[in-house]
């Protein structure tokens, strides 16, 4: 159980604490990758690498439900095949755009980095998330990254694996958000480390499944018109008061970083 606690914002952070032993951080935020950090879905970036800028139609027949990691393992052994390299990679991640408003948010949170620890839980590939936010400046604002294992094989290929098995019905067979997220709680709360609110930011519909576990205290940024938003929506049609946390869509991650701001306001 998260506990509230007074004092918050940043002018009462330390009150009545020596500086020597300051307090953990009293919120946890939690990001997804695809087109909720970046614009686009870093899968479909990656193929303006290969030949014509697509794939073969056999290959992208190929996928099938649920084994979306085992597709993209097959994308990137073509990929390989055709010749393209890490550096081709590396720059075609490095490219891709932030989402609306989201170098403004992460300064937000740069700036109170003693209030906010963050995360980040992607179903992309480490390689990838780690060159973008190299590149954009923000890697270190992340004190975990959870993303499936990828690295180059000795033929320069780009390889990936699943990050996990779990046995969760509603997430693709490599990765649940919801049980990463929980047993990060619970490794946390080992460390007497408790957050009073947890913040989730995501747009997918494996975005959703870990925003159904959030408490009453906890609020689910879904991006406006993705199917996160469109699930918590339906969910609330169907049973009334089930999805527990607060819902607060967003088009500008700037929306994201007001809302904290407000909250640390009312803190203090």
């Known amino acids: 159980m998260r506990r509230c606690c007074e004092g918050v ?9 020596g500086m020597a032993n300051p307090r953990p951080p009293r919120f946890l935020l939690v990001f997804d990758f695809d ?20 794939l073969p139609e056999s290959l992208r027949q190929s996928l099938r439900q ?17 010749g393209v390299t890490m550096g081709d990679f590396k720059a075609i991640y490095e490219n891709i755009p932030l989402s609306p408003g989201m ?3 992460f300064q937000f949170l740069s700036k109170n980095h003693e209030l906010f620890e963050v995360i980040l839980i992607s179903d992309a590939n480490m ?6 936010l190299r590149a954009a400046g923000f890697y270190s604002l992340f004190r975990k990254i959870f993303s499936n ?19 969760c019905l509603d997430c693709p067979a490599n990765m649940c958000k919801r049980k990463i997220l929980t047993e990060y709680l619970a490794e946390r709360a080992q460390e007497e480390v408790e957050f009073e609110r947890v913040f989730y930011v995501g747009d997918g519909a494996n975005d959703f499944c870990p925003s159904v576990a959030l408490t009453s205290s906890d609020v689910a940024f879904p991006r406006k018109g993705y199917p996160m938003h469109r699930m918590t929506q339906e969910m609330e049609k169907k049973q009334p ?14 929306e994201v970083a007001r809302y904290l701001q407000e909250l640390l306001k009312k803190k203090c």
Not at 9 to 17: D, N, Q, R, S, T
Not at 66 to 71: D, F, M, P, R, V
Not at 127 to 132: L, M
Not at 241 to 254: H, K, L, R, T, Y
Request: contains cysteine; aromatic residues 12%.
């Open 103 to 105: 170098p403004e948010l």
């Open 35 to 54: 087109e909720t950090i970046v614009d686009e879905n870093t899968d479909d970036s990656i193929v303006r690498a290969a030949p014509g800028q697509a």
């Open 66 to 82: 649920g084994s979306y990691n085992e597709y993209m393992q097959r994308v990137l052994a073509f990929m390989g095949d055709q």
């Open 241 to 254: 008061g089930a999805f527990q946390a607060a819902v607060v869509p967003w088009e500008s991650a700037v």
């Open 149 to 167: 294992p990828s690295s180059f094989d000795k033929r320069g290929y780009l390889t990936l694996g699943p990050y996990h098995s779990h046995k």
């Open 127 to 132: 390689f990838g998330i780690e060159a973008k």
């Open 9 to 17: 914002g940043l002018p009462c952070l330390f009150k009545g604490v």
